[in-house]
């Protein structure tokens, strides 16, 4: 099976070396081209724009950074409308519902074929072909791509129209980040308190609310070791994201909205590109505006 693969950034660099150890035949392209050079390492070829990447190519996936970027690859030109006639386009970046309905819209009214497939998981679970894909959109594309998918995923999700992928990611990403603050801030709490985190983070594991979060960051967070695994600048933009699907549905979010302000801090403080866990330095700093 050959592929096209769009956006070789965290997430999109570990999911096309996948492919290609997997068999499949893959074609990369990025923006900035430099970063194909170690899939060209491992077997890829490159085009040099999405067009030309569409054109060679039966099925292109894209995991890109944003909503705008996911639009500009499509639009721009040398885009992947150029050559969508009768191929098949695979977004699997986190965007919002509206994105990803106005790509599936001008992919179909050229005579291409669209899924939109977000996926729950971060460097790691990319590299071991550990995500959960949470499709919507042409049923009939995804079963065609369930191969690929099950190279890159545990699980394979389809959940029917066109955004409702979009959505389902948010709310998870939503959730996530609403809980990475409220660890934070118990994390630090104990910690001032005179009681050892380490320790909390033993009795987390054992009660109603262990999770595999608390068990991969707790440990790094208390050495103030943020290697991004998901940068926080992204966490940041899902959590906006979701805070308007809660506008648009009169879903008051008050926890949401108040993690938000917390990773938009973190951002001010330049801590954009590490890990979003990296939150936790919010707390760290004194706080004299009152």
């Known amino acids: 099976m050959e592929v096209g693969f769009l956006g070789l950034g965290i997430m999109g660099k570990a999911m096309a070396i996948n492919l290609l150890r997997h068999g499949f035949k893959v074609t990369v392209w990025n923006r900035t081209l430099s970063k194909c050079e170690e899939l060209v390492q491992n077997g890829a070829s490159v085009g040099e724009t999405p067009a030309t990447v569409v054109k060679k190519c039966k099925y292109t996936i894209a995991m890109l950074s944003d909503p705008s970027a996911a639009l500009s690859v499509v639009f721009d030109k040398n885009g992947v409308l150029e050559h969508i006639n009768g191929k098949a386009y695979i977004d699997m970046s986190t965007v919002d519902a509206d994105t990803s309905s106005k790509i599936s819209e001008a992919i ?156 938009k801090k973190a951002r001010s403080m330049g801590l954009g590109d590490l890990d979003f866990s990296a939150v936790h330095e919010t707390l760290k700093v004194p706080d004299h505006s009152s």
């Open 108 to 263: 179909k009214a050229k005579g291409g074929y669209f899924l939109e497939a977000p996926v729950s998981g971060s460097k790691k679970p990319a590299e071991d072909g550990q995500l959960i894909i949470l499709a919507a959109g042409d049923k009939a594309l995804y079963e065609e791509a369930l191969p690929a998918f099950d190279v890159l995923g545990k699980k394979s999700f389809f959940l029917g129209e066109v955004g409702n992928g979009a959505k389902m990611k948010l709310v998870v990403n939503m959730i996530m980040g609403s809980m990475i603050n409220a660890f934070s801030e118990g994390l630090t709490l104990a910690e001032r308190s005179g009681l050892n985190p380490g320790t909390l983070l033993d009795v987390l594991d054992l009660g109603a609310i262990s999770n595999g979060m608390f068990k991969l960051k707790g440990p790094t967070m208390l050495q103030n070791s943020y290697s991004p695994a998901f940068p926080l600048k992204h966490q940041q933009k899902d959590m906006r994201l979701a805070l308007a699907l809660g506008d648009e549905n009169a879903v008051s979010m008050p926890v949401a909205a108040a993690a938000n302000e917390a990773f």
